[in-house]
T-cell receptor
Framework: DTAVSQTPKYLVTQMGNDKSIKCEQN?????MYWYKQDSKKFLKIMFS???????INETVPNRFSPKSPDKAHLNLHINSLELGDSAVYFC??????????????FGPGTRLLVL | QKEVEQNSGPLSVPEGAIASLNCTYS??????FFWYRQYSGKSPELIMF????GDKEDGRFTAQLNKASQYVSLLIRDSQPSDSATYLC?????????????FGKGTKLSVIP
C-alpha cells in the first residue's frame, strides 16, 4: 500500500553515465515534485509537475530532465552524471495544484552515489 | 532570495522535558507553515501544519505562529527518545498554480534517556 514509491532505492554509478529514477504515486494526486537533499541534509525543490505539465523548474542543470507520462508518474533522467550529483533524491506528491494548504507526501528516496 | 532559517543544533533535551524548535522566514507573504520530521536515512514525514497566528495543538506537539515576527515554532512535550530526529521547517511560497515548499536546513533533536 505504498503511497509514493521510487525506484531504485540505491544507485551507484560512474561519472559521465546517464541514469533514470522513477516515481509513482497511488494517492490520486495531481501534483508531483522532485527534491534533492545534499550531504548537509538541505532539501531543495528541483521540479514540480501538475497533471503532466511542468509548473516549477528551479535552477537545475540541463542535464536533469523530468518526464511525466501520466499524472501518477514522474521520472527523473540525469545525463552525464557528475560527482556533485551525489545526493538523495526525493519524489513527493500533493492533492491539488500545489495549493497553499496542500500537504506534500514524500517517497522513500533514491540514494545516488557518483564515483 | 526567500529563506527559512533554523538553528541546526544539535538540540539535546532529557527525556520527559519540553523540546522547543524555532524557525524564521523571510517572505512576509508566506501563507502556510509545515513541520516535517526526518529520521536518519528516511524520508520527511509531516508532523504539523499551521496557517493562522497563534497556537495549534496535536497530542504532544504544539505549533506556534507569529506572522508579525515571521516566526514559527514547534514544541514537543514529554519528549521521548523516539522523537530524536531532524525537524524541518517548511514554508509555502509562490502564487496560484506555482506554490512550492521552501525548507529550512533542519534542527537535529536528541532526546537523552
Amino acid at each position: 500500500d505504498t503511497a509514493v514509491s521510487q525506484t531504485p532505492k540505491y544507485l551507484v554509478t560512474q561519472m559521465g553515465n546517464d541514469k533514470s529514477i522513477k516515481c509513482e504515486q497511488n494517492l490520486g494526486h495531481d501534483t508531483m515534485y522532485w527534491y534533492k537533499q545534499d550531504s548537509k541534509k538541505f532539501l531543495k525543490i528541483m521540479f514540480s509537475y501538475n497533471n503532466k505539465e511542468l509548473i516549477i523548474n528551479e535552477t537545475v542543470p540541463n542535464r536533469f530532465s523530468p518526464k511525466s507520462p501520466d499524472k501518477a508518474h514522474l521520472n527523473l533522467h540525469i545525463n552525464s552524471l557528475e560527482l556533485g550529483d551525489s545526493a538523495v533524491y526525493f519524489c513527493a506528491s500533493s492533492k491539488l495544484a500545489g495549493g497553499p494548504r496542500e500537504t506534500q507526501y514524500f517517497g522513500p528516496g533514491t540514494r545516488l552515489l557518483v564515483l | 532570495q526567500k529563506e527559512v532559517e533554523q538553528n541546526s543544533g544539535p538540540l539535546s533535551v532529557p527525556e520527559g522535558a519540553i523540546a522547543s524548535l524555532n524557525c524564521t522566514y523571510s517572505d512576509r507573504g508566506s501563507q502556510s507553515f509545515f513541520w516535517y520530521r526526518q529520521y536518519s536515512g528516511k524520508s520527511p514525514e509531516l508532523i504539523m501544519f499551521i496557517y493562522s497566528n497563534g497556537d495549534k495543538e496535536d497530542g504532544r506537539f504544539t505549533a506556534q505562529l507569529n506572522k508579525a515576527s515571521q516566526y514559527v515554532s514547534l514544541l514537543i512535550r514529554d519528549s521521548q527518545p523516539s522523537d530524536s530526529a531532524t525537524y524541518l521547517c517548511a514554508v509555502i511560497e509562490g502564487g496560484a498554480g506555482s506554490y512550492q515548499l521552501t525548507f529550512g536546513k533542519g534542527t537535529k533533536l536528541s532526546v537523552i534517556p
